[in-house]
């Protein structure tokens, strides 16, 4: 077992990233010592990416991975705080049986569309563009600040929304349960060569929305790093892992660079 850690202080905060399964560093982790967790979690698709293989779209075994994780999840995560879980339509039933069995039905609180134009395409289906984010509480008293994400609109946009006075405010509107955030371009500057890198504007949301400076966030299927990322330029404690260790190589490459 490969356990590399990466402590880098920054504006006051720290980043700590391990290369470990997530279950031993949750089962290390105190009680209620993280206010935010997001994770972009394994889809299901039984697919062997070469750095890591996927689960397999079978119930069982998809109860069997995550439920001991969600239950450690619950445990470390505020009273106050927040998680949010990014899959697709492989899994997303199941895994909103599991969140309701171990966070509880009362706190679910939505269920997010990421919604991008991008990828194959197919002729047996419709194309499915998007991705599911489950959005939890562990009580009814947590940190949403959705004003801090609020999308500026122009006067020609306001007038045609005018049915829809109770969204708009100081010529704002609300974010509803639908994003629409582009993927990242294969040519942009931001892509790292990880296969399932999500953009830092979708995971920048999810972080300014559901947490404050200084506070905790946790990210247990870290990936290319980007929560890691959007935390410290965000003035965010980071916790995160991947048994992957070319996740955790790109990840100290990014924050390296952001020194």
């Known amino acids: 077992m490969i356990d590399r850690i990466t402590e880098q202080p920054f504006c006051q905060t ?40 996927d689960l397999k779209p079978i119930r069982s075994e998809i109860e069997a991975h995550y439920l001991p994780r969600l239950k450690e999840m619950h445990r470390v995560l505020k009273s106050t705080g927040s998680i949010y879980l990014q899959m697709d339509t492989r899994i997303n039933h199941w895994m909103r049986i599991l969140m309701d069995d171990v966070f509880g039905y ?9 919604s991008y134009d991008w990828g194959g395409r197919v002729k047996n289906k419709w194309n499915s563009k998007h991705d599911n984010i489950i959005f939890y509480t562990k009580t009814n008293k947590y940190n949403l600040n959705p004003e801090k994400v609020d999308r500026k609109i122009n006067e020609a946009t306001k007038k045609r929304m ?23 371009n294969a040519m942009s500057k931001e892509r790292n060569g990880y ?40 003035n965010r404690n980071f916790i995160g892992c991947d048994i992957n260790p070319k996740a955790i190589e790109i990840t100290n490459a990014r924050l390296e660079a952001l020194s």
């Open 106 to 114: 009362d706190n679910f609180r939505n269920e997010i569309i990421w």
């Open 195 to 234: 296969k399932t890198q999500k953009p830092k504007t979708l995971i920048e949301r999810i972080i300014k929305a559901s947490s404050n400076e200084g506070d905790t966030v946790a990210d247990y299927y870290l990936g290319s790093g980007t929560t890691a990322v959007v935390c410290k330029e965000l």
């Open 162 to 184: 005018l049915y829809k006075v109770a969204m708009i405010k100081d010529d704002k509107t609300f974010p509803t349960c639908v994003w629409n955030i582009p993927t990242i």
């Open 14 to 53: 720290r980043v700590m990233c391990r290369a470990v399964d997530n279950l031993e560093l949750l089962l290390s982790q105190p009680d209620e010592s993280v206010d935010l967790i997001y994770c972009d979690i394994l889809y299901g698709t039984g697919r062997n990416f070469g750095d890591y293989q």
